[in-house]
């Protein structure tokens, strides 16, 4: 819709500055080009923003959430952790029983 208003309004200034237009049909085009400059600038340009911003806000609000979600998968296993832990102080122990030769 943006670019087919600015489209409209381009080729009304055009035929505008022709020399082969009449005075009514003058008339006519610069009516039809002073509304398509005040329904674009009051109507058409907003919302063209509106709907940009809404698409970037969408879209990093995606990517934000699947980072996210991506975060919460990615806890560790406390199992594991526990296992790992219990073979590891069970190491170091043996370590410490053992006799030291030679004294």
């Known amino acids: 819709m943006f670019s087919y208003s600015f489209y409209l309004i381009q080729e009304n200034e055009q035929t505008l500055n022709s020399t082969k237009v009449t005075l009514d049909q003058l008339w006519n085009f610069e009516s039809?080009?002073?509304?398509?400059k005040n329904v674009s600038i009051m109507l058409i340009f907003p919302l063209t923003s509106v709907f940009i911003l809404i698409a970037g806000i969408t879209m990093s609000s995606q990517a934000v959430l699947q980072g996210l979600k991506n975060s919460k998968n990615t806890k560790p296993n406390l199992e594991k952790t526990k296992i790992f832990l219990r073979k590891n102080v069970q190491k170091i122990k043996m370590k410490k029983e053992k006799p030291v030769e030679g004294v």
């Open 32 to 36: 039809t080009t002073n509304w398509w």
